[in-house]
């Protein structure tokens, strides 16, 4: 007896496999009309019970939704705070530290390559600027 009620007091979720089971079973022939109606009126009794739960859970929810109404706190600002948490938890990770480091690197590197860059065309402009003013001034200094 005590197996069998341990087996009603189970707190997993009866699995697929024993829902296909229990399913394929005939137990009706094995029932007395009596049990049957045990049965009977225990189903009506978890059925009521469910349609309470749902019924219980539906006003806790519609509760939740006033109480956070009258916080102030809506969809968007819930939407707000879910990113900002899931943005700081992604910073905080190793992968985004070491590709920040990198990316920050080859970016001073990036940086330091087109100053030089910028440097070099800018001297090569003063040095062609030279070069024509040289060119120019010449053939004046020739003509005398």
Do not use: C
Not at 112 to 129: H, P, W
């Amino acid at each position: 007896m005590e197996a069998q009620a341990q087996g009603l007091l189970e707190s997993e979720p009866l699995q697929e496999r024993d829902e296909d089971a229990v399913a394929s079973a005939d137990f009706s022939s094995m029932l007395s009309e009596e049990e049957k109606e045990e049965l009977r009126a225990e189903l009506v009794q978890l059925e009521d019970e469910i349609t309470t739960l749902r019924q219980v859970l539906s006003a806790k929810e519609r509760h939740l939704v006033e109480i956070k109404q009258k916080l102030g706190m809506n969809l968007m600002n819930e939407l707000k705070q879910n990113f900002s948490k899931s943005w700081h938890d992604m910073q905080t990770t190793t992968a985004y530290k070491k590709t920040h480091e990198t990316l920050s690197h080859a970016g001073q590197k990036a940086t330091a390559a087109f100053s030089n860059v910028g440097t070099a065309i800018s001297k090569k402009f003063g040095d062609m600027r030279y070069s024509i003013r040289h060119s120019i001034s010449m053939p004046a200094m020739r003509r005398k």
